[in-house]
């Protein structure tokens, strides 16, 4: 064989290696962009009676955008009448941004949120959604537990535990922002944290807010969950407690926590198979 056979061989042979190279991003891009446009969502906006947050609105605009961009379907209701089997197995996940209190008008509603569940069906909630369904047990534990306060509005670090989870992929590891730092009662075990709260980072200038943070974070000492998942009772959970600011909803970074928490959840979906549904009440003792 000739030399300059070889030398043509060996510059096609790196061509052929770099137009690859080239086209694995491509790839890349197209699987994940046909795995988002079979991906449906429902987001949930209703409140019970009390405090309502006003970044609901910002919120749900950022939800329709990042689905406008990503290819995933979104629809946005604040009416409970939703809540059917009939009309939850189309979704692969239900989105709950900062909903608080009682958001079903009837524990019928409350049985169709759970069986959805237990079929299979995702949960993505953002910052206050830990306030709602306060008095419904199985709700809470699908949750990670229930609100109990928050330190006031100011700035302070959160720090990622888990760099392994898709869901913090390309944050800042130490996530300097301005939220509110939320504590939870009823936490449940079986919650894995992604990111935490660093504590010693509150501003407890004041005797009385040192007081609080001591008492609610207990048995927590430096660092306290802020962002979890957890595989519930036959669906999968993703909470960041993050988010208290309409602006967060237009802060690239967060924004990139919202659509990685979205991509995790509808990543572990499967189908909505009600055959896995078990419980005939609210309140059906959980099969663990």
């Known amino acids: 064989m000739s030399v300059s056979i070889l030398r043509f061989k060996f510059k096609a042979s790196i061509l052929l290696s770099a137009l690859w190279m080239l086209y694995i991003p491509f790839a890349m891009a197209a ?9 449906k969502v429902l987001v949930y906006t209703k409140n019970g009676k009390g405090y309502v947050h006003d970044n609901i609105p910002n919120a749900v605009k950022c939800i329709q955008k990042l689905g406008q961009e990503n290819g995933f379907d979104t629809d946005v209701s604040d009416d409970p ?26 524990d019928g ?26 008095n419904w047990q199985w709700f809470k534990q699908m949750l990670g537990g229930t609100f109990a306060w928050h330190a006031r509005n100011q700035k302070f670090t959160v720090k990622v535990i888990d760099p392994s989870h898709p869901s913090v992929a390309g944050l800042p590891k130490v996530w300097e922002r301005k939220d509110e730092c939320y504590f939870a009662k009823e936490l449940y075990p079986g919650i894995k944290v992604i990111m935490a709260h660093d504590l010693t980072s509150l501003n407890s200038s004041d005797p009385a807010d040192a007081e609080k ?7 927590f000492s430096e660092l306290y969950p802020a962002v979890w998942y957890q595989q519930f009772d036959g669906g999968n959970v993703w909470i960041t407690a993050l988010g208290h600011d309409k602006e967060n909803y237009e802060d690239p970074v967060f924004i990139k926590h919202i659509l990685q928490g979205i991509n995790y959840v509808a990543g572990q979906y499967k189908k909505i198979d009600y055959n896995k549904a078990y419980a005939d009440s609210r309140n059906t003792p959980l099969r663990y």
Do not use: C, M, W
């Open 31 to 39: 699987e994940k962009n046909t795995f988002l446009k079979k991906v």
């Open 109 to 134: 509603q409350r049985l169709a949120f759970r069986r959805y569940i237990e079929a299979g069906g995702g949960f993505v909630g953002l910052h206050s959604v830990t306030g709602t369904e306060r």
């Open 81 to 106: 009448s939703v809540f059917t089997e009939a009309n939850l197995k189309q979704y692969t996940l239900l989105i709950f941004p900062s909903t608080n209190n009682d958001v079903f008008d009837t």
């Open 213 to 219: 943070i001591k008492t609610f974070s207990a048995p």
